[in-house]
């Protein structure tokens, strides 16, 4: 979203960051009085829009930006993580998703017993019953 800068007939100039969608140039002051956008110079923000000033590449993950990928191995370690094994990203979304339609299915009985019985504790026993114990 880009900023624009405003300035109220009272003389206060505020900069706002607005939506692209925003095309009216409607804006008013704490002080009650109307603003009128006025032109501003565009922004020369490192790393964005083309500019090519630095070596390295930010990872999101970790909050940093890398100089290269043993830069990236170092931090890693230092922080105790590893690289994911082929297929780990895919199980754990397949465990995650299994899981979630499980919990559904779990609702929908636990509402369905609760509406022919009107008893929660009824729905409780019915929908979640007592693992088995192990002696």
Known sequence: MPLYEYVCQSGHSHTILRNYS???NV???FCKSP??????????TKFR?????WDGRRDRGLGV???DENHRKQIMKQRGLRELGEGEVEAEVSRVTSEHQQHERDMRTFDRVLNETGSAATAMAQTFPDPPTTD
Not at 35 to 44: E, F, L, N, T
Not at 49 to 53: S, Y
């Open 35 to 44: 603003g009128k956008r006025i032109p501003s110079a565009p922004a020369r």
């Open 65 to 67: 930006t890398l100089r």
């Open 49 to 53: 829009w083309g500019d090519t000033e």
């Open 22 to 24: 925003d095309r009216d």
């Open 27 to 29: 804006y008013v002051c």
